[in-house]
């Protein structure tokens, strides 16, 4: 027991070793730097990386598709003892075995030995995208949703399940093996629409149906003579009516299942990349913008539209038909020179498409009949509404959910509407009303109001006069404001000029008493 316990815990030790670790951002920014110095295939996409630890070995194992659309794997050997690098790369083509209903085949050699059972893993983040990406390359129908994602590892095989819904509601299934030995690849898809009900739940539905409809009768009983009366004929008829409805209805389903499984739809984006990608070489115009894309599966064959505009200003038309199992039938292409006002025509055409949408939607109005109006007269006062004095106008809509009618009228001092929706699937009716009062006047209403006006007017005369004398009064003051400065100014001015004058004259009499005693001292002298 000791030495089991103890080879147990050995063998786990390894297994803890040799368990793969996922490469960090610096490791796979190394792979791509050093590619080249490596001489290995350029490399267009990376799917995945990862190493082991072994003792003092590292192994790295890169995993990415080359421009040439190869699948190329490297392994690189790192020894820290030695210090020796050892790299192995091994680059093939896809071989793809397709086959519709899950189908696999089954080429086991002779003398193979069954391997242990099957591991199974989440996938990871890359490895999801790389499907996603791939998936309009491999012809397989479009994606909606992702709904599980695994593999299985087993020797040197690997095997991946992807399970999701299709954008035509479809269940689909999607395998992929790869064996690392031989370095082949091979998918297997299957697609299977959606079953509202199976046909083992249908019988058991009938069968208890008809288990509620048994009668048991237990001891003898004695039948009588029995006469439909008119109520159970009328019954009896209602239901033969309402069977033939149901049968109709689902005649029409059917039918517009058909329609619907071969109407346009718009394609993914993974089906327009792919578009993108490969148009170079189907020999058509070059991209400049891409319009829109749409598909139609029908009788077995998928039908794909692309429209475009080329780098020459040309709109560009190319289908492609497939068939569903892989194969190309027939690719054409048409192109014609853009007139310059081609997209205000596709605008204009949207929005008269747009507005039958709305009146289909909104639906259509008509004018009350006599018999409806008398109806609404005689049963008005039963809806608890205000009493009606002159009925004025009354129509009805008719849509696809239900029929509204709106009457109008004239109560006392009020104009009142009334709206009526009565839904077709449901016995439930609304009744809603609204009164506003009423804008019209009476003569004396009227008259007074008129007296009134003619007052106001009158005052507002009155007013207008008393501004007007009061502006001129104030005119007036300011007027003779001015002309008394003026006087004011010119009087100051004339006693200035007076002063100065005296001032001059006595200046004058100065010089002449001074000229006249020199001139007495000189006849003293």
């Known amino acids: 027991c000791v030495k089991a316990t103890e080879q147990k815990e050995v063998g786990e030790k390894k297994k803890e070793e040799e368990e793969s670790i996922a490469l960090s951002e610096t490791e796979i920014k190394y792979f791509e730097e050093h590619a080249d110095e490596w001489k290995l295939p350029r490399i267009k996409t990376l799917i995945s990386g990862n190493k082991k630890v072994n003792g003092g070995k590292t192994e790295t194992l890169y995993v990415y598709t080359s421009d040439d659309n190869k699948h190329c794997k490297v392994t690189i050997i790192e020894e820290d003892e030695d210090i020796k690098i050892l790299r192995n790369r091994s680059c093939f083509k896809e071989v793809i075995d397709l086959e519709e209903g899950g189908e696999k085949k089954k080429n086991k050699k002779k003398g193979e030995k069954e391997e242990e059972e099957w591991e199974s893993k989440a996938l990871s983040e890359t490895e999801i995208g790389y499907f996603k990406i791939l998936a309009g390359e491999w012809n397989l129908p479009g994606i909606k949703t992702l709904i599980d994602g695994h593999k299985k590892v087993k020797g040197g095989k690997t095997e991946m399940h992807y399970v999701y819904t299709s954008d035509d509601d479809q269940h689909c299934t999607v395998t992929i093996m790869e064996d690392n030995k031989s370095v082949r690849i091979s998918r297997n898809k299957s697609c299977v629409k959606k079953v509202k009900e199976w046909p083992e739940e249908r019988e058991s539905k009938k069968k208890e149906e008809e288990k509620e409809e048994e009668i048991e009768v237990e001891g003898d009983v004695e039948w009588e003579d029995w006469e439909e009366t008119e109520e159970e004929k009328e019954e009896a008829e209602e239901k033969g009516k309402e069977e033939e409805e149901e049968k109709k209805e689902d005649e029409d389903e059917t039918v517009i299942k058909k329609e619907e499984e071969e109407e346009l739809k718009p394609l993914s984006k993974s089906e327009i990349n792919y578009f993108e990608k490969h148009a170079g070489k189907w020999k058509i115009p070059a991209i400049k913008t891409f319009i829109d894309g749409y598909k139609k599966v029908a009788g077995g064959n998928t039908e794909k539209q692309y429209n475009y505009v080329s780098k020459d200003e040309q709109i560009c038309e190319v289908t492609v038909v497939e068939n569903n199992k892989g194969g190309l039938i027939k690719r054409e292409h048409i192109c014609v020179t853009k007139s310059p006002n081609w997209m205000k025509e596709d605008s204009k055409k949207d929005k008269k498409e747009k507005k039958k949408k709305k ?19 005689e049963h008005g006062g039963e809806w608890k509404i205000p009493k009606m004095k002159t009925f004025i106008s009354g129509n009805k809509t008719v849509n696809a959910e239900q029929t509204v009618t709106q009457y109008t009228y004239i109560s006392y001092g009020k104009n009142c509407t009334v709206t009526v929706a009565e839904p077709k699937n449901s016995n439930l009716i609304k009744t809603d009303w609204s009164c506003v009062k009423n804008k019209t006047k009476t003569t004396r209403e009227k008259k ?13 005369k009155k007013k207008q006069k008393k501004e007007e004398e009061e502006e001129e009064s104030k005119k007036k003051k300011k007027q003779k404001k001015k002309e008394e400065e003026e006087k004011k100014k010119k009087k100051e001015e004339g006693g200035k000029e007076e002063e100065e004058q005296k001032k001059e004259e006595k200046e004058k009499e100065k010089k002449k008493s001074e000229e006249d005693s020199i001139e007495s001292l000189i006849g003293f002298i």
């Open 448 to 460: 007074s109001k008129k007296e009134e006006g003619e007052k106001g007017k009158s005052k507002k």
């Open 359 to 377: 009146k289909a939607k909104d639906g259509i109005t008509t004018p009350l009949t006599e018999s409806e109006i008398k109806y609404f007269k």
